[in-house]
């Protein structure tokens, strides 16, 4: 059985196409959406105007999070900002897996570096992060089925990559 090891271990920073120096609304043609969470906590400005909404400790807390979050994905949409609109479905997809994370390990830890980053014991996180987690989902899947995100998404990625 192949050790999984985390992936920021080998990280490449140079080959990482998300660079802190850039402001990406002046710049929007240097953005990629990528796969998944990629380039949340990078892109300029929109991690700092979304990331201070990023909450998920309790459900009541996931709920004014996710529902803020949502509301500037809608915002940014309104104003065909696509790359604002894309950072702020990342931000709700990370709210999803950071809880996620929160609820399978103590700690949110999953690798033990003193072990050799043996992966811990899975089941032993908090149980309302799981609640919170859902919260986040399913505004994430509400960004991501929104039609206009959806078309916009499909043409950035034609055009730009």
Same mark, same amino acid.
């Given at each position: 059985?192949?050790?999984?090891?985390?992936?920021?271990?080998?990280?490449?920073?140079?080959?990482?196409?998300?660079?802190?120096?850039?402001?990406?609304?002046?710049?929007?043609?240097?953005?990629?959406?990528?796969?998944?969470? =990629?380039?949340?906590?990078?892109?300029?400005?929109?991690?700092?105007?979304?990331? =201070?909404?990023?909450? !998920?400790?309790? *459900?009541?807390?996931?709920?004014?999070?996710? @529902?803020?979050?949502?509301?500037?994905?809608?915002?940014?949409?309104?104003?065909?900002? !696509? *790359?604002?609109?894309?950072?702020?479905?990342?931000?709700?997809?990370? +709210?999803?897996?950071?809880?996620?994370?929160?609820?399978?390990? $103590?700690?949110?830890?999953?690798?033990?570096?003193?072990?050799?980053? =043996?992966?811990?014991?899975? +089941?032993?996180?908090?149980?309302?992060?799981? $609640?919170?987690?859902?919260?986040?989902?399913?505004?994430? $899947?509400?960004?991501?089925?929104?039609?206009?995100?959806?078309?916009?998404?499909?043409?950035?990625?034609?055009?730009? @990559?």
């Amino acid at each position: 059985m192949k050790k999984e090891r985390p992936s920021y271990l080998n990280f490449d920073a140079a080959g990482y196409p998300w660079k802190p120096d850039i402001d990406y609304r002046q710049h929007p043609e240097q953005y990629r959406v990528g796969k998944g969470e =990629q380039g949340v906590l990078i892109c300029e400005p929109y991690k700092s105007e979304i990331g =201070q909404y990023w909450r !998920f400790r309790t *459900v009541p807390i996931a709920e004014e999070s996710s @529902g803020k979050i949502f509301s500037l994905f809608m915002d940014y949409l309104e104003n065909n900002d !696509f *790359v604002g609109a894309d950072m702020a479905r990342k931000y709700l997809q990370m +709210g999803y897996t950071r809880a996620r994370r929160y609820f399978n390990y $103590k700690g949110g830890k999953k690798y033990d570096a003193e072990k050799e980053y =043996q992966q811990l014991e899975r +089941g032993t996180g908090d149980p309302e992060k799981a $609640k919170a987690a859902a919260i986040f989902y399913d505004r994430w $899947k509400a960004a991501e089925a929104e039609p206009r995100y959806a078309d916009m998404k499909k043409q950035w990625k034609k055009d730009k @990559g």
